[in-house]
């Protein structure tokens, strides 16, 4: 049988990293193909090798049984070769047909660009795949889920057979992942072949034929769908058992800790992204807070981590207002935070693991000694959090920058539970984050909650919201639609609330 | 044998590729020097000379003819006393550059340093021992101050400092030499005879004498060591130190942390303006004995020079202050054969355009760690 891609004894080596290790796969006509592992597996390194971004140090590659020898992004569209990136590669100040046809536009009269042409060659591709979207429309107007159909019907355009899809559902509601997944369906059917890279393995399930797991640039194992379930492939790619689940003790919550009252919340350019929220976050709970990107939630975290000023509203605390809008008055008023952007926000990556372990807290007693570092005090302090937290490589000296994402996001989980604050702020806690970091992320948010911690967790991932949170808040165009406790909360439902296709009437959510 | 000596081949490169960091850290000035004295020499080449011979007086003129003549410091002393005064804008360029501030202010600091201590050298008629530390700590707030100025604009009025310390540098210099100087604080006003431009000669006891006859050597050299070692502790040591580095190098999660980076700014600058100040009084209370008619003297804008080369850090900049202070003080040795002192200037810029792009040499250093694996198999088999 003639496969769409082979890969014989594929290797890559960069500088210190054996990012692929041996890998040969056999990927057939017409299926859908799905690759999963942590970050830094090697998936992504593999894709580029296919899309001719990187040349193997060892290895061969067949496209329709063809060797290929020498291969670049350009010999890999001409084979029939698109890659849909994750961060998009659209002008957004054009419409949908002019970015579709960029780079292969039709002309006439020697000169002059047909767009007429391309708005209906557009459209018949559109309508061939029953991907719908408006040609005339502008691109930066549109929803996520209708960029990358847009995308998809760029690869299309360009004649492609075999779609490689680089974590497609990362940036989409419940709803346009679904839609992805009905097109999927459609390009199977038309005999397309498609490599769908991810991490989440609910959905991997749903619309992969067959699952390759990487760990390590090595192939762990390559299940039908129908043989294999998640609890197999979350070992396969974490190398033991994984809890998909964490249980959380039976508690009643207590009296509230933060209180927010008709917050509202300007953006960059001046307009409101928050418009008069109220929420009540009580002890021995955690908060959800639901939505899509952009609907408010960057500019919520930053006012609540004291980087953005409110424009009208309290924020108390304890029953106490804050009065000062400076991260400092929030740290000291029992606010601890983990960051979305772990690079940018959580850490100073030229410092060591042990001076990011105390970062902020350098004026408190135990650190200081008069104006000097108290060192004796760090080191004990920091070695002991590396164990306790299982930071690898076990030691405090090394420099942040060099450990893995999930390393270094222990290192602000660390830190910042160490502080003993009420109330816990986790802005996207596990963004980027493989199964096993994951898993400890959200293990340590319900310890705290557990013991007492009042927990604001906002998050993009629906299925984090639903597992950790007591209550989950939707935030929609800067609004709270609608407040759900965990037994009410369905994906239908907070799917709906998300794209603002229904809100409950204003009430006050506490 | 010929395995063990792969195998030790194998081991060198093992290392570099673990050391490679650190040691081009130090590598890459030592590299950028040596490649700009090559380029320096083709330049001495075009004009006819022999670059052999105008190194070679060169490096007499910098440290002496002899090794007793050396030793004796006469001749070192001018380029060591040069080095101290550039070790101290330097560190000032260093301190700010740590907390993440590019002190282009270095000069006008300076200016207004050496203004300050020409007008209180006059005024004080102190024992050295009172008077001279009291100047510095004068000259110190007021010129740290200056700088702090800088620092403050850019947290109230979001104005970059690279832009505003320009700025600084005329105003001060305008303001010190066309109106001070001779207005209010020339030397007519006091001794209408007097035939120099300029401000009025400070007192005897407010003067840095020279260390040993026959020098200008004074103790600017133990000013800036003691400046060099306090500097090395404040960032490497202390709460203020760990607060500018996290400042420098991730003012965000600095400010998410809690850390009050305005303050850590300010404070950083004052501390950068301070020394440039200070730089300035040793060269009036050393050096120039008053402020001149016309001085304009180009140290605040050379210390940008001594920090890049120096690696932004407090030791590698005196390493690279001394070495370029020798080294103007040795140019001027040249000229016997007709080659202008400003040579050393090139030398020194071109080594700071190549310690400016040093990715371009640490690529090179690192190409030599990069172990070719096995190369794919490049044969044409008729397929594509």
Redesign the interface.
Known sequence: MEYAIELKNITKIFPGVLANDNISLKIKKGEVFAIVGENGAGKTTLMNIIYGLYTPNSGEIYINGKRILHNTPKKAIELGIGMVHQHFMLVPIFSVYENIILGKEFIKNGMILDRKKGIEEVKKISDQYGLKVDPKEIVGNLPVGIQQRVEILKVLFRGAEILILDEPTAVLTPQETKELFETINALKKDNKTILFISHKLKEVLEIADRICVLKNGKVMGIKNKQETNERELARLMVGRDVVLEIPKKEKEPGEPILEVKDLVIMSDKGIPAIKGINFKLRKYEILGIAGVEGNGQKELVEALNGLRPIYSGKILINGKEISNFDPWFFRKNGFAYIPEDRRVRGLVLPFSVSYNLFLGRQREKNFKKGNFLNSGYIKVFSSNKVEEYDIRPRNPNLKVDDLSGGNQQKVIVAREVSYDPDVLVASQPTRGLDVGAMEFVHKKLVEQRDSGKAVLLISLELEEIMMLSDRIAVLFNGEIVGELSQEEATEEELGLLMLGLKRYDKKEVS | MKNLAFDNINKILNWW?AKKEDISTFLVPIISIIIAFFVAAIMIKMTGKSPIAAYKLLFQGALGSSLKEFLSLKQAGEGILKGAILTLTGLSVTVAFKAGLFNIGAEGQFIVGAIVAAYFGFKFNLPPLIGIPLILIIVGITSGLYGAFAAWLKIKRGVHEVITTIMLNWIAIHLVENWIVVGPFNILRYNPQAVLAGTPYISDSSRLKPLFSGTRLNSSIFIAIIAVIIIYIIIN????G??I??TG??I?????????TAKTMIVSMFIAGALSGISGACMILGTEGRYPGVFRPGYGFDGITMSLIGNTTPVGTFVAAIFFGLLRAGATGMQLIGIHKTFADIIQGVATIFVAGQAGIKYLLFLI??KR????R?A??G??
């Open positions: 590729n040591k202390t709460i203020l760990y607060e580095k996290a190098l991730n965000i999660a600095a400010k998410y942390a809690g850390i009050n760690g990069e694996v096995v190369k794919p490049e044409h088999d397929s594509y």
